[in-house]
């Protein structure tokens, strides 16, 4: 039976009379989309290189999305904004990452307009336009553009992804997490991960597992109805980690080291015609130490860690490639667009030597050769939380000049697949014209014959700042739209117009060359510096690597781009220029509930993000259990937070009361009380007193005092020489009753939930602490 139907918000087209019988009905219709209307796949990758993926000129086996490539085009001349979140909201809303207010990622978001980490709703994102056209909208794998404060369970929601306009969603809110114990969100709530690793758990595949199964719902109800499908699994970024079978395939494949790597990654990339034929390859950087250079110990080290990243990227292609299989089997491969990028250049926060915790950059500290090879044959599994050698970030963006969080075209310039069998008849060509993150959403709504919406749910939009560049599908020729773009990441400064460059790298070209580190202040007298004589100029249509700096024998030229650069900074709100690095964690910023000096937790809750909830780092604090134990003892976590790769533990053992503070692997801290603790109610508690200063950009937080006790009586003291300084990692959260996923310390297993009645745990920032008898205090210490 055929409905009458009319357009919603119409006029009723029926009659409506006394009686049903003298009545005609008619039904206000459903937005549907056109007729043959293709499904949309944007695909990111995270932290991968210009010369990671096999069709740009890497070694690494990634035949899937090889064969994405081979049906279809690669754009060479790509760029993203040099990190992750600012990528993802321009890829998604096809506006600047500072008209976002996302100046950098939503941890460093400071309080101005274009860095305030508060996506505006008039800049709709493409799943709200599809949306309101009919189409199914899934986000599946890592969002990082929801303000950490908004992460709870408290909300507000409107952030998340099914506020902004996707019906499902399955994966992580935050920056990075452990590939093996994830801090999973299922639309709404937290859940756990469907298996353990010891059962072959592995965040990627449950990914792909999860995309196929929401496609699959609706596929079952309405096989016409096209879906939009954002896939961004956690790889490559940090930590790498991958199942031993797949890094071993690649064992030996490295031990020429990473300058190799660039000789043949540039010479293969040529013979593929992803870069021009006279490009240069760019220089050796300063700060990558020669691998001719480097002892046999570093270079085994150094090869295993790009052996594990290898396996990663083929572990990932692996996986993206089910997903493919099972579009073609359900016949939708023919009429999907795939959009296939990375969010910024491969990732140098291993620091020169790589780390068995990435989180040890984001506290200025390291981790030494020597530490690392003890752990080799661990690296890529569930205890490590590791990151490589920065000379593999160097090879892995040639032939482009550093890395991510820096906007020379190492930081930038990215790998851009687009695939769509039923509309571009191109297959396996390069375009050259330059395109940028912007450009991503103009050119989807273009390929799908629609407007950019005036208002979406009541809400007047922005102009959309990008470009589309369809009209390169079939033209190769074709010389794109967008002229002028500019780059500001942290400081680093640069600007694209009509195939020049103009960069003002800071802290300098190279931090070897500056004499300075990443995160360094910029003050008004140092800009002026900058401004006055710090500015670089390329000719990229002849220059592609950057190699050729012309400032001096273009002062005319260079004069106009940066002045070209402020027009665009003031269009896009772009100042004030920050290029504080790891240290803009710290800063205050809005907080989740109304601030206060007392927080309560309870058993059987969700986890609560690190930032939404009671920040104790480099402050007096105490942790107090309100719990009855039973005779017989009892044993388990009263309160965690953070994980394997940083956090802190308030448990029962054994029948004594212990505390563990992880500082992101460079150290266990630990105290436990000398006697047992008897059954019956109890107020079990630590404090920590500081004993001193912090010195963050040594990598120390304050020292201090770490004290048990039980019933206000002191059974327990340890002296920490130092804590941790910035942050426990992006992903911590607090649980309470239990320490579920990566344990924070290795005395337990995952959950180790506790096993007496615990009615709440209370921590206190007020910096109020039991004053000890000096006597007890001294006899404590001597026997401990």
């Known amino acids: 039976m055929t409905l009458s139907e009319y357009p919603a918000g119409s006029a009723f087209p029926g009659r409506i009379d006394r009686t049903v019988e003298q009545s005609v009905p008619a039904w206000p219709a459903r937005k549907r989309p056109a007729a043959g209307a293709p499904n949309v796949v944007l695909l990111v990758l995270d932290d991968t290189g210009f010369a990671h993926f096999g069709s740009f000129g890497g070694p690494i086996r990634t035949p899937h999305l090889d064969s994405l490539a081979a049906g279809g085009l690669r754009y060479a001349n790509f760029h993203t904004t040099a990190l992750c979140s600012p990528s993802r909201a321009s890829f998604l809303t096809g506006r600047n990452h500072h008209s976002n207010g996302m100046a950098c990622i939503t941890e460093g978001a400071t309080g101005f307009p274009g860095s305030n980490g508060l996506m505006p709703s008039e800049n709709g994102m493409l799943s709200e336009i599809l949306l309101q056209q009919g189409y199914s909208t899934y986000c599946v794998g890592k969002w990082h553009l929801t303000p950490g404060h908004e992460c709870s369970a408290a909300g507000p929601y409107e952030r998340w992804p099914l506020g902004r306009g996707f019906e499902r969603f399955y994966g992580f809110l935050g920056g990075d997490t452990h590939q093996y114990y994830p801090e999973l969100v299922y639309d709404n709530h937290t859940v756990e991960p469907p298996k353990t690793p010891e059962e072959g758990y592995h965040l990627t595949e449950d990914l792909v597992d999860r995309a196929i199964g929401f496609i699959a719902d609706s596929r079952q109800v309405d096989p016409q109805k096209p879906f939009f499908l954002y896939f961004a699994p956690g790889a490559m970024h940090a930590p790498h980690h991958v199942p031993k079978e797949w890094a071993d395939r690649y064992a030996g494949a490295f031990d020429d080291g990473w300058d190799a790597y660039r000789d043949k990654a540039f010479a293969r990339q040529k013979e593929l015609g992803v870069i021009p034929a006279d490009c240069e390859l760019s220089r050796h950087d300063p700060d990558v130490k020669p691998w001719d250079q480097c002892s046999a110990a570093e270079r085994r080290l150094y090869a295993r860690m790009m052996e594990v ?220 510096r900058l401004d006055a004589s710090g500015w670089e100029l390329y000719h990229v249509a002849e220059d592609w690597a950057e190699n050729h700096n012309l400032a001096a024998s273009h002062p005319e030229k260079l004069a106009e781009m940066v002045a070209r650069w402020y027009v665009e900074a003031g269009r896009y709100q772009v100042l004030p220029i920050d290029s504080r690095g790891s240290l803009r964690i710290r800063d205050p910023r809005p907080e989740a509930a109304a601030p206060r000096e007392r927080y309560v937790f309870f058993p059987g809750t969700q986890r609560v993000p690190g930032a939404a909830t009671v920040n104790v780092i480099n402050r007096p604090h105490s942790i107090t259990a309100e719990v009855e134990i039973p005779e017989g003892g009892a044993e388990g976590v009263l309160l965690s937070f953070g994980g394997g790769e940083g956090g802190y533990s308030f448990y029962l053992q054994g029948g004594h009361l212990h505390y563990a503070q992880n500082v992101v692997s460079a150290a266990l801290l630990e105290v436990s009380s000398l006697e047992p603790v008897p059954a019956g109610r109890h107020a079990l508690r630590f404090e920590f007193e500081p004993t001193g200063t912090a010195d963050l950009k040594a990598g120390k937080g304050v020292p201090g005092r770490g004290q048990l006790y039980v019933d206000g009586r002191l059974v327990g003291q340890s002296t920490f020489p130092f804590t941790v300084p910035i942050t426990y990692g992006l992903g911590c959260a607090v649980l309470c009753g239990a320490d579920d996923g990566s344990t924070v310390t290795p005395a337990y297993t995952s959950p180790f939930a506790f096993t007496g009645t615990l009615e709440q745990v209370t921590v206190d920032v007020s910096g109020e602490l039991i004053v000890d008898d000096d006597a007890l205090t001294r006899s404590l210490l001597g026997r401990q």
């Not at 695939?419 to 396996?428: E, M, N």
């Open 309 to 528: 990243f290898a396996g990663f990227l083929e572990h990932t292609d692996h996986h993206i490639g089910r997903l493919l299989a099972f579009l073609r089997r359900i016949d939708a491969f023919e009429n999907t667009l795939f959009v296939v990028v990375s969010d910024n250049g491969a990732s140098s926060e291993g620091g020169p030597s790589g780390m068995v915790n990435v989180n040890l950059w984001h506290n200025n500290l390291t981790s030494s050769v020597e530490e690392q090879l003890a752990v080799i044959d661990e690296l890529g599994g569930p205890k490590h939380f590791n990151h490589f050698a920065w000379g593999w970030t160097f090879a892995g963006n040639t032939p482009f000049r550093r890395w991510k969080r820096e906007t020379y075209r190492g930081g930038i310039a990215d790998p851009l697949i687009v695939h769509w069998p039923k509309q571009i008849a191109a297959r396996g060509e390069v375009r050259f014209p330059f395109a940028h993150a912007i450009d991503l959403v103009p050119t989807v709504l273009e390929c799908l014959g629609l407007e950019a919406p005036a208002a979406i749910r009541g809400v007047t939009q922005s102009p959309i700042e990008g470009v589309s560049f369809a009209s390169t599908f079939a033209d190769p020729a074709s010389p794109g739209q967008h002229p002028t773009q500019y780059f500001e990441m942290m400081g680093h400064r640069s600007l694209h117009h009509d195939g020049w460059r103009a960069v003002c790298p800071w802290p300098g070209p190279s931090f070897a060359e500056a004499g300075r580190f990443f995160g360094a202040p910029i003050d008004a007298a140092e800009l002026d």
